[in-house]
């Protein structure tokens, strides 16, 4: 096209990533998080970074953080095994430890140790003795392979808090005996923290309980202000300081916001061309957290049932924690219907506990949402 002699800027394309698990363009706040593991990766076994669990609320960044860590890993030559705890995943961890073996044509394959059929691992929740047993000689042949060559295998397991106890217990039980072997193996979980901490209490996998534990929680808005300043200075026309201390402040430091408000804001830049005015920014920050609840809050409402809502109306009536106290006067129960609620509401992630007593929403704009629906 001729453009008259000038030059057409070029916006560089839009650098927020606001979907789940997609690597954002700054990983904001989560500065050393990962030293442990790194520094357990060249140890390669028995080192206490190698088994890690990283809980923290919905958006908060946990299947990033896994990502990172397999990030991490490969680099130094690792093999990655990443997996989601949906029904089944042990099997389909033994199917990719095989193929692992397969592509490092190490020894014989899996299959000829174990006699199983390229199938062999159905997708059911508990092996069978003989396939728990080909699961083992698998891992350990292809670990064995593996530390040949001074390097190990990381399995990362999202989405723990729904993982079948039993199919856990097999996992935990196998990496343990390869551990005891000073095999090159490292586990690195996500869940939601308070589903986490009951399949660590009810003891489905005791060993589990020595794991590093990392609670991932919202970054310092300085940190975000940081962030935008840097990557907003790529836009044609600068972005005003005050507004991106505005934008920064309006994510609460909570990752699945921090995307979107960066998505917003740099889609607006590029549809006005010229600087932002703070009319614009009030434009883009509503739709961030239009999409923020219905991406997230919508979601996370979804499974919950009539009495689920009350309880949470209930809260919502309070600026800050809820007491558990007043939610029962609130809602006219008696004590251990409110503990029941409470704790299937901790469970699906919507609440948190917030001291002695109180409760507090465990999403950013739950509250908000509740008072206006
Ligand atoms: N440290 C971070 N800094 C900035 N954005 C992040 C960070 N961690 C995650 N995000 C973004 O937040 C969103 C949610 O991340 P995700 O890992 O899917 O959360 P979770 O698994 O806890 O639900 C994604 O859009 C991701 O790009
Ligand atoms: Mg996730």
Known sequence: MYTGGRTVPTVPQNPFRPSAGAEPPHLVGRAGLLDEFIYGLQIRSGAPGLLTIFTGA???????????????????GWAVVSETATPGFLGRIGEAMRSLTDELGGGPTGRKITGLSAAGFSITTQLPPAQQLGWRQIGENLLRVLDGNSTGLLITLDEI?????NELAQLAAVVQHFIRERLPVALVF?????AVS????EGVATFLRRADRLDLH???????EASYLQEFSALPHPVDP???RAAAEATAGYPF????????????????????TAEDLDIALAAAHRRNNRMVIDAALATTSPKDLEFLRAMAEDDGPSSTADIGQRLGDRKNTVSNYRSRLIDAGLVQPAGRGYVGFAIPGLREHLRQS
Not at 58 to 76: N, W, Y
Not at 198 to 201: A, E, G, K, T, V
Not at 257 to 276: C, F, K, N, P, T
């Open 218 to 224: 919202a970054a310092a808005i300085d940190e975000v």
């Open 161 to 165: 808090h729904g993982a079948d106890r």
């Open 257 to 276: 916001l921090i995307q979107l408000v960066g998505y917003h804001v740099w889609q607006m830049a590029e549809s006005v061309d010229r600087s932002l």
């Open 198 to 201: 009951d399949l660590l209490n």
């Open 190 to 194: 996500a869940g939601l923290p308070a």
């Open 58 to 76: 919905r958006g908060i960044g946990k299947t990033v953080m896994l990502g990172e860590a397999e990030d991490a890993a490969r680099s130094t």
């Open 242 to 244: 005050p507004l991106v």
